[in-house]
């Protein structure tokens, strides 16, 4: 292909995406496919000799498509948003085109710096405390992760190296391996998967800290275990808080946590992947409020921000806590600049070597949105949240199962679980929304997320109705036979 060739076949590919994305709400949200179903749609190696663009572009609607779950309908509900937009979209056509692999200033300076500038703008508009940002002269900072996942393990790996060096410099007769056996993480019974996975990859202990009756962790909670803890000779050094939790978007409280961690030398990580994205509105940042305490945060404005994956945002209070971890300078990667203390190389700040140039999508999204643009998306989403539950509390055969704080409703029948285990596979097969569940202390729970940048009050109305019929459907044949 060539660059005259490309140009026709990229203004047909961005024709095909325009469509495709204005017309999904008549895709089915779901597909019906099998699992395998496309191993035989396809040849069994690649072909010897090119094919052409136009049979190519054909298998698009043939063979990948009938197997797409539509993220970015209207009519899906489950997990979180998946964020996107046609700014986004097109700052990322730029990032393929340029193609670098921006591990260091010298490696492209236009990737690294407008990624300094693009956090601290970001930092800014959720009013994060001045410690976190770069500036000119700053000791903090932020960086583009991959995913909340990929920030929660580089924060608890450097929270590890931290404290052992701590450790060995107060009773140097302790080997790294015995203070390693004696580390203990802590997250509470409501975070990610991902916390618990961050603590087996950077092999320690990890505690779950028990939330209270709103799914919250407080202050005496980890105080308690902490002291049980540290009574047994064991040494905590990680606390990953988590505001907007995945089952049901709680906050820990983070003005009881933050000087408990601070006290006891313990780095406290926010993860506030899907809540994060809210802090813009003045009106949603008192749930940020303790973040002072912190030694690293992320949120992720691929979730909520209309900043396409990947871009998960990660700020630290001292970066040099963050490099000093990660450091390793083989003479390839040098360049002349590098200690100056006028550049930043992002390699030390992450786990892979390689990067690609994910602030153009920011830089993009924020200045054709505007904040107050970024901030109506915001608002809009939590009004139809709102809009749900009001439809589920006129409803007596329902209930709702945690506190309606942004964009997620978590609701379920009056009743047993499996009778709600039913309503949900009721409302899957169906396949004209899509949800997700979670576990609520013993309850199981059905999830709505409001998520598509295109949702509307009707389809909220739809969602209600629908489910409503088949609950009602339900419920007639679940009496006949229990």
């Known amino acids: 292909m060539d660059a005259a060739e490309f140009r026709k076949r990229g203004k047909e590919m961005v024709d095909y995406v325009a469509d495709y994305l204005e017309k999904i709400d008549k895709r089915q949200v ?25 049979d190519v572009f054909k298998d698009i609607e043939k063979i990948i498509m009938p197997g797409v779950t539509h993220w970015h309908s209207p009519y899906f509900f489950a997990y979180f948003p998946a964020a996107s937009s046609f700014p986004a979209l097109l700052a990322d056509m730029l990032c393929g085109g340029i193609g670098c692999v921006g591990f260091s200033w010298a490696a492209s300076p236009a990737c690294t710096e407008l990624e300094t500038v693009m956090l601290d703008w970001l930092g800014k508009m959720i009013n994060l405390p001045q410690e976190f940002l770069a500036g000119k002269d700053g000791q903090g900072g932020g960086v583009i992760q991959g995913s909340a996942s990929e920030a929660t393990l580089v924060s608890l790996l450097a929270a590890r190296t931290k404290t052992i060096r701590r450790v060995q410099s107060e009773n140097p007769e302790l080997t790294e391996a015995e203070i390693m056996g004696r580390l203990v993480a802590y997250a509470s019974d409501q975070a990610h998967s991902s916390v618990e996975r ?14 209270d009756d709103t799914f919250s962790v407080c202050g005496s909670a980890l105080k ?25 978007c709680s906050f ?22 899907y809540a994060g994205s809210a802090f813009i509105c003045p009106e949603f940042r008192h749930l940020l409020n303790g973040v002072e305490f912190a030694d690293s945060f992320n949120f992720n404005p691929h979730k909520w921000l209309l900043v396409n994956f990947d871009c998960s945002a990660m700020w630290v209070k001292k970066r040099s806590d963050l490099i000093g971890a990660f450091k390793l300078e083989p003479l390839y990667l040098q360049h002349h600049h590098q200690e100056s203390g006028l550049v930043t190389d992002y390699r030390h700040w992450q786990i892979p070597l390689g990067r690609r140039f994910r602030s153009l999508k ?12 970024l901030q109506e998306h915001i608002r809009k989403h939590v009004r139809l949240s709102h809009q749900f539950e009001h439809l589920v509390l006129q409803d007596e055969r329902f209930e ?4 309606v704080v942004l964009g997620l409703v978590c609701f379920r029948l009056k009743g047993s679980n499996e009778l709600n285990e039913a309503l949900l596979k009721s409302i899957n097969q169906a396949k004209k929304i899509h949800l997700v569940p ?23 109305e739809f969602a209600w109705q629908h489910i409503s019929q088949l609950a009602t459907d339900l419920l007639k044949t679940w009496e006949q036979n229990h």
């Open 252 to 273: 820990d409280k983070l003005l009881e946590l933050g000087p408990i961690c601070n006290k006891e030398n313990i780095w406290m990580h926010i993860d506030a992947a």
């Open 224 to 248: 308690k275990v902490l002291d049980e803890d540290k009574a047994a000779g064991l040494i905590p050094f990680f606390f990953c808080a988590t505001l907007g939790t995945t089952p049901c």
């Open 362 to 373: 920011l830089w993009f999204v924020l200045r054709l949105y505007g904040v107050t643009g």
């Open 30 to 54: 779901f597909p019906e496919v099998e699992p395998g179903y496309l191993r035989p749609l396809i040849a069994d190696c690649a072909p010897q000799d090119p094919e052409s663009f136009e």
């Open 198 to 211: 961050a603590a087996l990859i950077g092999a320690v202990k990890i505690k779950n800290v028990s939330s």
């Open 400 to 403: 709702i199962c945690a506190e």
């Open 438 to 460: 979670c576990y609520l202390r013993e309850k199981f729970v059905l999830r709505f997320a409001i998520c598509s940048r295109t949702v509307e009050s009707t389809h909220i």
